[in-house]
């Protein structure tokens, strides 16, 4: 069983940025492929950005020249890492981790871009 657990979330100024961490229970950051998601009011769960354990990234649209997901080993923690936010940028962030037919999820943070 791992946990992950996100932390990071807050209100921000449209433009602003923010960094986002999500903190695994053991040392998966390698082994596992790691996604963010995001959930907007009255929305489905959308994919925001992923990584494999071969650190290759794969970006949605919203995400792409504004957001990266570096992993930080020192830390044992996935990051998101948000610029040029926007208001549409609101949302709960969740991190995910997958490994054959084992998920799990973290509890979310929030965001809000809002002046």
């Known amino acids: 069983q791992v946990q992950l657990v996100e932390s990071g979330g807050g209100l921000v100024l449209p433009g602003g940025s923010l960094i986002l961490s999500c903190a695994p229970s053991?040392?998966?950051?390698?082994?596992?492929?790691m996604r963010w998601y995001r959930q907007a009011p009255g929305k489905q769960r959308e994919l925001v950005e992923q990584?494999?354990?071969?650190?290759?990234?794969h970006y949605a649209d919203s995400a792409k020249g504004r957001f990266t997901i570096p992993k930080d080993f020192v830390k044992n923690a996935l990051i998101l890492e948000m610029n040029s936010l926007k208001p549409q940028d609101t949302a709960i962030y969740y991190c995910?981790?997958?490994?054959?037919?084992?998920?799990?999820w973290g509890q979310g943070t929030q965001v809000t871009v809002s002046s």
């Open positions: 995910y981790a997958h490994y054959n037919s084992q998920q799990y």
């Open positions: 053991s040392n998966i950051l390698d082994s596992y492929i």
């Open positions: 990584i494999t354990p071969l650190d290759t990234t």
